[in-house]
């Protein structure tokens, strides 16, 4: 029944780990999202795809990138974890540019 | 209770009493906008959306007030019940534009 969900829902990891989280949405939806989370609950779009294809790609280190193996997944790889890293990770999906739908989100720690 | 979005990013309001929750937003040329619910621990949930050719719209104990000359967007929540706490989020759509842009967010806490 989970529109959007994600996995795991925590992920503690040591620095320079390289770790992913996968999202998973069955909606229909055309576009999926990733956002970073810090801790002042700012909402930081990271990626977005667009049938297969990357659209936005914000100023993200370059250790993170999105893999989509099909419209309903989008993954996100970081490599070389930081402490900065640490947050919460929401996946998203919707139609075109609507009304967004959010996974439960991953809470990433990194020590 | 009223609160004024990046001014005041916590409001407390007692049970039964109404809620409004303030947001200024930057581009002109928005269009389309949302309300976002964030309780603690969860996603950010849907709870009600305007376009730019209305100026208000109203869901279930909830109304949403547009206005465009003073790019001023405002959530109402009628007879505030303790589920209600949480952080709350606008978000704006422009045309041309890939993805929502989400403001920072207002805590609501409602006091039994």
């Known amino acids: 029944d989970t529109a959007v969900s994600q996995t795991p829902k925590y992920l503690v990891t040591q620095m320079g780990n390289d770790k992913s989280i996968k999202c998973e949405q069955n909606?229909?939806?055309?576009?999926m999202y990733w956002y970073k989370q810090d801790s002042k609950k700012f909402l930081k779009i990271m990626f977005s795809?667009?049938?297969?294809?990357?659209?936005i790609n914000e100023t993200v280190p370059n250790r993170f990138s999105p893999k989509s193996p099909d419209k309903a997944h989008l993954n996100l790889h970081i490599n070389s974890l930081e402490l900065g890293d640490s947050a919460v990770y929401f996946c998203?999906?919707?139609?075109?540019?609507?009304?967004?739908?959010f996974g439960p989100g991953t809470r990433l720690t990194v020590l | 209770g009223e609160s004024v979005g990046l001014h005041l990013p916590t409001l407390s309001v007692q049970e039964g009493d109404n809620s409004i929750i303030n947001c200024a937003y930057s581009?002109?040329?928005?269009?389309?906008f949302i309300w976002y619910k964030q309780e603690s621990g969860k996603g950010p949930q849907f709870i009600i959306d305007?376009?730019?050719?209305?100026d208000k719209r109203q869901g279930q104990r909830v109304t949403v007030l547009l206005n465009k000359t003073v790019k001023h967007l405002s959530l109402q929540i009628a007879a505030t019940q303790p589920g209600d706490s949480a952080v709350y989020f606008c978000a704006e759509n422009y045309p041309g534009a890939n993805n929502l842009f989400f403001g920072t967010g207002t805590r609501l806490t409602v006091i039994p």
């Open positions: 909606l229909g939806h055309d576009t």
């Open positions: 581009n002109s040329a928005s269009d389309y």
């Open positions: 305007i376009r730019s050719n209305m």
């Open positions: 795809y667009n049938n297969k294809e990357l659209i």
């Open positions: 998203a999906s919707s139609l075109i540019t609507d009304t967004q739908y």
